[in-house]
């Protein structure tokens, strides 16, 4: 007789943070475009760009948590997913240690005789999470003499497209990656339901 099984994980916290994250970024984005109305005395103007400034760290801020946690999720989940399936032995000794990418690749294929195709979007997506996650990890930060105003600002501006992209990539990552498990389980929304429902 088998007894019954319980696991405790965190992947869907991990992508609810990341969700959030996804939300507060877009509308501390939208409100940083709308420009400063010329009509403000020089105080209100002050203030207006002290809050700007503010909310500018925030978005950064928020782009950081939400690629970060995205890829923490679907690191707990493929964790998960393999030791329910395969033991937590085999899983830690064999399968804990591979990057995210050869993750994807390998524990669906000894899960369930399937496996994701390397050529594919979920597994470019994969892929491009890992380096936006290693590349916040990693972040190599920037000398600008003081004069150069105008280079800072066009740094910021690079790195505020590259944190967009890389957190609407992100969350996009996890979803595609449920949807082509149950596809390859032949489980409608199952893993997509428990992971991003």
């Keep these: 007789m088998s007894t019954l099984e319980i696991r405790i994980n965190l992947t869907r916290h991990y992508y609810r943070i990341c969700a959030e994250q ?15 109305p010329s009509r403000l005395s020089p105080a209100k103007i002050k203030a207006t760009l002290y809050k700007k400034e503010q909310q500018y760290e925030n978005r ?24 329910s399936k395969l033991g937590d032995t085999y899983t830690q000794e064999h399968l804990d240690k591979l990057d995210l990418p050869s993750k994807l690749l390998i524990v669906p294929l000894l899960v369930c005789g399937k496996s994701i195709d390397k050529s594919s979007d979920v597994f470019a997506k994969v892929k491009r999470l890992t380096k936006d996650r290693n590349y916040l990890v990693h972040f190599k930060s920037k000398r600008f003499e003081a004069a150069d105003l ?48």
């Design 22 to 36: 996804v939300s507060a970024y877009q509308t501390l984005d939208a409100n940083l475009r709308k420009p400063i």
């Design 60 to 83: 950064e801020q928020s782009a950081v948590i939400g690629i970060a946690f995205a890829g923490m999720c679907l690191e707990a989940f493929f964790y998960d997913y393999a030791a």
């Design 150 to 197: 105008k280079g800072a600002d066009e740094f910021h501006a690079q790195l505020n497209k590259k944190f967009c992209a890389a957190l609407g990539n992100g969350i996009d990552a996890i979803q595609v990656v449920m949807r082509a498990l149950d596809k390859l389980h032949g489980t409608p929304d199952q893993y997509f339901k428990r992971v991003c429902a």
